[in-house]
């Protein structure tokens, strides 16, 4: 199986504070891998040096083939990103935000224009084209992010909480749309709050005071922990936390 990210040691220092402590592990092509921390854990931080966002202290990190500390630039073209904020611009219009990314992205107008039509049919937002944003509803703006995130066909995503504060029906949808990605390659690398959507995931790591204190399935980090689901496994490991802030 193809690896699409690795890291070796990767560390994070701000001043005397290790954010990130060398962190090691690799994820697959076509992986869902849910990456857990409690607030202070460290995974923001992470996430912000594999999105190339942020330089290591030390360590390595490779993402899509580059390597974060030499090639930040291709690293950033090579994937998708979608925060909890869903990453859309309210006051323009719905094609105004997918051409506006994609050309971010490096995407030719000509097939911006092409796909955009496809994505809108895909969707069901043909009548919305021409709709603002901000008069979406919040089901219909997660999808339209996650959809953005993934137009120019990034090998990997990263969705940083994406489905915070929206309801349990509408993430059952959002996930959907997650499993058709990885079906079709694109690997999705998704921290998230809720325990319930890291038994959704091909495996799971768990950082604790900037280190990963647990990698696997859910299943066998259940029968680890001697857990009956991924919150108690969860509540565990965060009970050893001594930090708060990341």
């Known amino acids: 199986m193809k690896i699409v990210i690795q890291t070796d040691g990767l560390t994070k220092q701000f001043g005397n504070f290790t954010a990130v402590d060398n962190i090691s592990f690799k994820v697959q092509k076509g992986e869902i891998f849910g990456f857990l921390g409690a607030n202070g854990a460290g995974k923001t931080t992470a996430m912000r040096m594999l999105c190339g966002l942020s330089l290591p202290t030390s360590g390595k990190g490779m993402v899509a083939g580059y390597d974060i500390e030499q090639e930040p630039e291709k690293v950033k ?7 909890q904020k869903f990453s859309l611009y309210e006051d323009l219009k719905v094609w105004e935000n997918i051409r506006l990314f994609a050309g971010i992205y490096g995407m030719k107008s000509k097939d911006i ?3 955009t039509d496809a994505l809108l049919k895909q969707l069901g937002f043909e009548s919305e084209r021409d709709s603002y944003v901000k008069s979406l ?9 996650f959809s953005v995130a993934i137009f120019h066909e990034p090998k990997i995503v990263f969705l940083d909480e994406p489905t915070g504060g929206v309801d349990p029906a509408t993430r059952r949808q959002f996930w959907e749309l997650i499993y058709e ?6 690997t999705v690398f998704v921290t998230t709050h809720y325990m319930d959507e890291a038994e ?23 029968n ?10 969860f509540h565990q490991l965060a009970r050893k936390a001594q930090r708060s802030d990341n």
């Open 77 to 83: 073209r090579s994937i998708g990103y979608m925060s």
């Open 113 to 115: 224009a092409l796909k």
């Open 224 to 233: 680890q922990f001697n857990a009956n689901n991924m919150d108690e496994v």
């Open 200 to 222: 959704y995931c091909d495996r799971v790591s768990i950082m604790v005071d900037g280190r990963i204190d647990a990698l696997d399935t859910p299943k066998s980090l259940k």
């Open 181 to 186: 990605a990885a079906d079709r390659g694109i």
């Open 137 to 145: 509803p919040l089901g219909w703006k997660q999808k339209l992010a």
